[in-house]
């Protein structure tokens, strides 16, 4: 295990010193990683910068979807109170349209007892009539009998 250690840390020094072939092998295969890795943080950079964005609108939506929420809660307790409102008109409706009804009967009720009056009124001016030519002919009579 220990000459391993040697081993590498002797390939190692033996890269670093810039002596033979592998020394610019790593040197590229470290700028490639370099670049990589500039790639990266820039792609990390950018998600970043996306998710701060993304976090905004999120903070946005959330505070829209809040107010949205708070106007839907008073819609539905005006909604609610509306149809509280309704059901007692209805009810006013409902006791209105009865004595509309009572009404009419009242109405048509008057109109029968009209024309009755207007019968007995006819009857009982005929009967005057009859009452009064009954007199005459009384009174006639009598001023016969007295004559006679």
Do not use: W
């Not at 008109?89 to 009967?105: F, G, H, I, N």
């Amino acid at each position: 295990m220990g000459n391993g250690l040697l081993e590498k840390v002797g390939l190692t020094g033996y890269i670093l010193r810039g002596d033979g072939p592998l020394y610019g092998a790593a040197r590229e295969q470290i700028q490639s990683l370099q670049v990589e890795l500039h790639s990266a943080l820039e792609a990390l950079k950018k998600a970043n910068e996306k998710v701060a964005e993304t976090a905004g609108q999120t903070k946005s939506l959330e505070a829209e979807l809040s107010q949205t929420r708070k106007v839907l809660k008073v819609s539905d307790e005006r909604a609610a109170a509306l149809e509280v409102r309704c059901e007692g008109v209805l009810k006013q409706l409902s006791s209105m349209t009865e004595a509309l009804k009572e009404r009419d009967e009242a109405v048509s009720q008057k109109a029968e007892v009209q024309r009755q009056y207007e019968a007995l009124k006819a009857n009982f001016e005929e009967l005057q009539a009859q009452l009064e030519e009954a007199k005459a002919q009384k009174e006639a009579a009598l001023a016969r009998v007295e004559i006679n």
